[in-house]
């Protein structure tokens, strides 16, 4: 039986996003474009980050860390959605199944935990300022940052490896345009009430330290203001922690759409689209949001083409 599953079990059938035939060529222009905007846009963040000297603070360590993970994100899911667009070949390998639900799990995961960190980084700069730099040293921030990517490896390991051992069943379609841990474990005919377990539990356990630590973070921001309000404090605050509040709000609002709303087994569309938005809109708008609503980065990014002019 085992080996029965094994041989039929050598590929998945990935049906891909809703779309007409006809369409396809300008989803799949619509989605490249989007992709090479997501690695440009991150790299040039990483970029101004290492070139600059003003950057090399706590915030910026975390955010090249974020941008970093925001392109592999998107590499997991994008470039083989783009490949399955262009040739119309929608199946891919049981072994890059499993390697992808891997790195689609640890890079979603290092996104929560550095998320987290980055609201408690933003907590120390407003409610303690004046041991800013005693409390977030290079030390703490390196140990934070490792701590998440540990964990995250912890996490993404533990879950394909109980995947791995799961025997399938003669269906192997999976209806979406990415291999989710949610359907392999519905296309198993093997036993999964202990993988929904430990799925639930972890991702519990991993939400309840990330959001509570956000949500914590932000109240005491938001108790340190208000304490003796000032049209100055409070502009100041929210130029300081409005870009991560707004990538928390939209990483966190579509995952909680897919996951936690979920839609009909007639609407499955509103979850492929929901999806769209947290694989591919979100990595895509970072950059934007950091940028555009950041003074320091400008200020960098205006250094730089003034760098490059001169060199020309």
């Known amino acids: 039986m085992k080996t029965e599953n094994q041989s039929s079990m050598s ?15 300008g989803f799949f222009c619509l989605f490249l474009g989007m992709y090479l905007t997501t690695v440009l846009g991150n790299l040039l963040i990483i970029l101004l980050i ?3 000297s003003r950057l090399h603070t706590p915030m910026y360590f975390f955010l090249s860390h974020l941008a970093f993970t925001d392109i592999s994100f998107s590499s997991v899911i994008v470039p083989n959605m783009l490949m399955d667009m262009l040739t ?13 639900i891997y790195f689609y799990l640890l890079f979603a995961c290092v996104d929560c935990f550095l998320l987290a960190v980055m609201a408690y980084d933003r907590y120390v700069a407003i409610c303690h300022p004046l041991h800013y730099s005693t409390i977030m040293r290079e030390e703490l921030c390196v140990l934070l940052v490792s701590g998440s ?4 490896c912890a996490h993404a390991l533990l879950h394909t490896l109980l995947l791995a051992h799961l025997s399938f069943c003669a269906d192997n379609t999976i209806p979406h345009y990415f291999c989710t841990l949610t359907a392999l474990l519905k296309l198993s005919c093997s036993d999964t009430s202990f993988n929904e377990l430990v799925i639930f539990t972890e991702a519990a356990v991993i939400l309840f330290i990330s959001v509570s630590t956000i949500f914590g973070s932000y109240i005491c921001i ?20 409005g870009s991560h509040l707004s990538v928390v709000f939209l990483y ?12 009909s087994n007639n609407s499955k569309i509103e979850d492929i689209i929901a999806s769209v938005m947290y694989t591919v809109v979100t990595p ?8 555009l609503r950041n003074r320091d980065m400008k200020s960098a990014l205006g250094i730089l083409r003034r760098r490059m002019t001169f060199v020309k």
Do not use: M
Not at 149 to 152: A, G, M, Y
């Open 50 to 52: 290492r070139l600059d």
């Open 222 to 241: 938001g108790a340190t203001i208000f304490r003796v309000p000032s049209t100055k404090r409070i502009f100041k605050a929210l130029s300081t922690c």
């Open 252 to 263: 966190y609002g579509t995952i909680a759409i897919v996951y936690f709303f979920p839609s």
């Open 149 to 152: 990517w540990l964990c995250s």
């Open 88 to 100: 119309n070949h929608k199946t891919i390998p049981f072994g890059g199944c499993i390697s992808q």
């Open 11 to 25: 590929e998945f059938l990935l049906l891909g996003l809703p779309i007409y035939p006809e369409q396809q060529g």
């Open 284 to 291: 895509l708008l970072n950059p934007f949001i950091y940028s």
